[in-house]
């Protein structure tokens, strides 16, 4: 009998087990389609390969023959790096070569400007814009991303260090929406030892490099903590960190959950209808967010600040943007309103306070360009 490499039996246990839990839900039958999106680096193009290979047995079991559902992909070209093309068309290549169909590239422009959060943010952004734009042409049951365990460690320690609350140290949920991540449960290494067990070639992202790998290249936080953080983490506490910080995330998510469903009620009570605040002046015409200040200052801080931070972004706030600076400041008009002035919001918002309302403003359309 042929001896399955571990690290590929494992993709494939995780991935079927992805594909039969859409079909049971009801999100997936014959014929369907689910999509990859393949950048064609370790993780995605292993997920690419094992999901063309699950995809023809999905459901199959002692009693069932299964049935065959559609692979495709999506492959984005952020042009944020020379020869991105390049890497885009090898990567599409790649999947049509595993298989997949359709096989869709898209290249997207960036905007980083004020307010998006920065360059990674801005980047992800348009990613999932154009993701969620696919799989409506498509028609796709789902958006399988290969995010791994290692991924969860390093966005829970980014999001401690940046103070960014319960929601981000909570990290990524396996499915929301139409997204679903299958790898969540293995770590980088698997992916990399699943393509070598392919004869996959691939790519290496210079700026998931360090410094003295890759001199030249900008290196994201999310790098270093990669490259630097978890390493001496490990060093530091043992083998099993990674596993701890996702396990941290699951816990979490729950809560946040629980508490973010409480703070939407919260917002909801205290939203005010727009003849209410009709005659409040200044008030534009432009979708201002109109709360109750009264109905705030009661509530419980915890629920209160996440319905702050909710209704930031509902003013159209980029959430990476949004830190608890911008939450304290709005807390403070809540509850020690002093007559302050109107606090400034990430892409140029504002927020004040007037007779009792609490005013949340989104930023001025920008002009268009000059022909």
Known sequence: MTRVDPALAAARTSVRAELADLAAAGGLGPGGLVLVACSGGADSLALAAVTAVEARRVGRSVRSRGYTVRAGAVVVDHGLQAGSDGVAARAARQCRELGLDP????????DDGPGTG???AAARAARYAVLDDVAREQGAAAVLLGHTLDDQAESV???LARGSGARSLAGMPSHRGAYRRPFLGLRRAQTEAACAALGLDFWTDPTNLLPDA?????????????GVVLPALEDALGPGVAEALARTADQLRDDADLLESLAAELLAAARMSDDLVTGVKPV????????????????HPALRRRALRAAVLAAGCAPEATTARHVDALDALVVSWRGQGPVH????????RACGRLLLRPAPPRPNPRP
């Open 157 to 159: 320690l980014l999001g």
């Open 214 to 226: 890759a001199p030249d290249a900008a290196v994201p936080a999310r790098t270093r903590v990669r």
């Open 103 to 110: 096989v869709v590239v898209r290249r997207v422009r960036v």
């Open 118 to 120: 920065g360059l990674e």
């Open 284 to 299: 534009s015409d432009t979708g201002d967010v109109a709360l109750d200040a009264g109905v705030l200052a009661a509530a």
């Open 345 to 352: 919001l990430p892409g140029d918002a504002r927020a004040l």
